[in-house]
């Protein structure tokens, strides 16, 4: 187990657990015993995409202390990335997510805390040493 000493509580890791993948050992954060909820004017319980964006905007738009009680040992929701050690390629730990927004607003609330990369989906198969779109369309 992989212990960081913090004042405001302790960390912990338990790194290599058997059949977790990187990124989703047990991880336990043990506050100090002093800690109140009464010291937090917000609780969310959740920091999948959704809570995230609320812890932030709570805590940066309106200057609110927050904790977050979260079950996984990260934040992000299904959301997660995470480089794997092996081959130090980024890897998507629940399945490939892609973000769809027309919002100009939206896309830069995202680009601020992220590194975002552009990705075009498309669903092809190579048929008779030609490259056609799936389904077939009228220009195939």
Not at 46 to 56: F, H, P, Y
Request: hydrophobic share 30%; aromatic share 8%.
């Amino acid at each position: 187990m992989e212990t960081k000493n913090d004042p405001r509580g302790d960390h912990h890791i338990r790194k290599g657990s058997p059949g977790t993948a990187p990124g989703t050992e047990p991880y336990i954060y043990q506050g100090k015993k002093e800690t109140e909820l009464s010291e937090y004017d917000v609780v969310l319980v959740g920091c999948g995409l959704s809570g995230a964006v609320i812890a932030r905007r709570f805590a940066d738009e309106q200057k609110k202390k927050c904790l977050i009680v979260e079950k996984r040992n990260h934040i992000g929701g299904n959301c997660y990335d995470y480089i794997d050690d092996d081959t130090g390629i980024l890897m998507n730990m629940y399945g490939a997510h892609l973000f769809h927004t027309n919002s100009k607003r939206v896309f830069d609330f995202i680009q601020k805390h992220g590194q975002w990369v552009r990705w075009e989906h498309q669903v092809v198969g190579l048929i008779d040493g030609q490259i056609c779109p799936i389904p077939p369309n009228i220009t195939t």
